[in-house]
């Protein structure tokens, strides 16, 4: 079965410091990934997904940045971190090719920019 | 993507059937109807989704209205667990490059023990 692997679970990050998050899927080849974020109390905002190595789409200008380094491995990262950087973010896939099966979820990194 | 709406929150008791409703009277042919649940600090979980026919898999059923402008999500034997809020989604794809999904506010199911 598949599997999504993010980490860290929670991190306290101060402003102006770097970030790096990482997502993994095990069990599955070729998948479309997502990074979303989740501010408190509001709904999901897409950042990026990729249909394949080095192939990333940014839905929203911010000073994240994303990169696929390999078929199931999706990095979230920012040189200098905002703020309002703060919030839950999310890892997803999807199987490639076929737009009516679901997103699945990894269980998220909670970010704090103090 | 057609609204949906849902109630902002049910009550249940544990071992009784779940049913949540979901309204989607503006659905379109080549939209399906997907269900998400979000337990507190996790992510969200997918449950099911169909087009027009009913379907079934081991976390929940989903119930079709034959004119498809509405669903009922049932969990069958509800334990303290499935407290979190439900989800429904109507979009013509979920797993598709730019289609991020968009939750609505959901609603809150509580297991009462």
């Known amino acids: 079965s598949q599997t999504i692997h993010q980490w860290p679970a929670t991190l306290v990050q101060p402003v102006g410091s770097p970030l790096s998050l990482e997502c993994t899927v095990e069990g599955t080849s070729n998948p479309n990934l997502y990074w979303y974020r989740q501010a408190a109390g509001r709904g999901l905002q897409l950042l990026f997904y990729s249909v394949g190595i080095g192939q990333i789409s940014s839905e929203v200008p911010q000073n994240l940045s994303a990169s696929r380094p390999q078929d199931r491995q999706f990095i979230l990262s920012s040189k200098k971190l905002l703020l309002s950087d703060s919030g839950f973010y999310l890892c997803?896939?999807?199987?490639?090719?076929?737009?009516?099966?679901?997103?699945?979820f990894g269980d998220g990194t909670r970010l704090s920019i103090l | 993507d057609a609204k949906t709406t849902q109630p902002t929150s049910m009550d249940c008791a544990e071992g009784r059937a779940a049913n949540l409703p979901c309204n989607h009277s503006t659905i379109s042919g080549n939209e399906y109807v997907y269900w998400y649940r979000q337990i507190h600090s996790q992510g969200p979980q997918y449950i099911i989704h169909g087009l027009k026919n009913n379907e079934t898999n081991e976390m929940a059923s989903l119930i079709i209205t034959e004119d498809r402008k509405s669903s009922t999500l049932i969990l069958p034997h509800a334990t303290l667990r499935d407290t979190a809020v439900y989800y429904c989604i109507v979009r013509v794809g979920a797993g598709g490059g730019a289609d991020g999904l968009t939750f609505g506010k959901g609603t809150h199911l509580i297991i009462q023990p």
């Open positions: 997803a896939w999807s199987v490639r090719g076929f737009s009516n099966q679901p997103q699945h």
